[in-house]
């Protein structure tokens, strides 16, 4: 949600920075301010859910020059809509830089949703283990039911290797920078299908700001941005 409002946020941006049409400026503006205030809000929600990794590549984000330097760019296309600033002329030179920025802001976004994969996939690691020793400790006070106890291992211990496994190849896969990917089936424990849910739609997210990077360094006039 923040990465789809923040891509607004630039066009917007660029269009009002770039000599925007008077007769779209007004409309420039307000979606500039609409997609600020979306952007930063979901951002502020996410980063209360970050884990240890995601954290950190959040920090590292917000400290990157180029990321700031975007932000700049945005707060200055907010004045110009409101005339409290000149429409800058930009040079060749300026516009490179100006793209140069957007991938580096795409690509530390990317970042930080790779090191929110590593940590989902360490929560479900814990998740699988936790099942774990609830089966154990459920296997010793029924006792008395060996062979019942015994079946209901077998399939609970299957579906949960099969869905920690997938899990774990899936995660594997976007580690290595593939995000295109099927959607998993939730299965397992409670908090392991929950996992593959938030785990599809991290992938969902990844693979839209992959095409955003893509678009922004190779096509900036693409119709995904």
Do not use: C, K, Y
Not at 32 to 42: F, K, P, Y
Request: charged content about 25%.
């Amino acid at each position: 949600e923040a990465v789809s409002h923040s891509s607004l946020r630039v066009g917007h941006a660029l269009s009002i920075t770039g000599g925007s049409d008077p007769n779209e400026l007004v409309d420039d503006l307000a979606g500039l301010i609409a997609a600020t205030a979306r952007s930063e809000d979901a951002f502020a929600r996410a980063a209360i859910t970050f884990g240890p990794r995601a954290q950190a590549a959040w920090e590292a984000r917000q400290r990157d020059p180029r990321v700031v330097r975007l932000d700049e760019l945005m707060a200055l296309a907010v004045q110009i809509g409101q005339g409290r600033a000149a429409t800058p002329q930009l040079e060749p030179e300026g516009v490179v830089e100006v793209l140069t920025d957007g991938l580096a802001w795409a690509t530390r976004t990317i970042d930080v949703l790779q090191a929110a994969a590593e940590d989902l996939e360490e929560s479900a690691a814990a998740a699988v283990a936790a099942d774990n020793r609830i089966v154990r400790t459920w296997i010793g006070v029924t006792s008395a039911a060996v062979v019942l106890a015994v079946a209901t291992i077998l399939v609970v211990g299957r579906a949960l290797r099969r869905a920690a496994a997938d899990l774990e190849r899936a995660a594997r896969q976007v580690e290595a920078g593939q995000f295109d990917l099927p959607r998993l089936v939730p299965q397992g424990s409670r908090e392991l299908a929950a996992t593959v849910v938030a785990f599809n739609d991290m992938a969902a997210t990844l693979e839209a700001v992959e095409r955003h990077a893509v678009a922004l360094a190779e096509a900036p006039d693409s119709p995904v941005l």
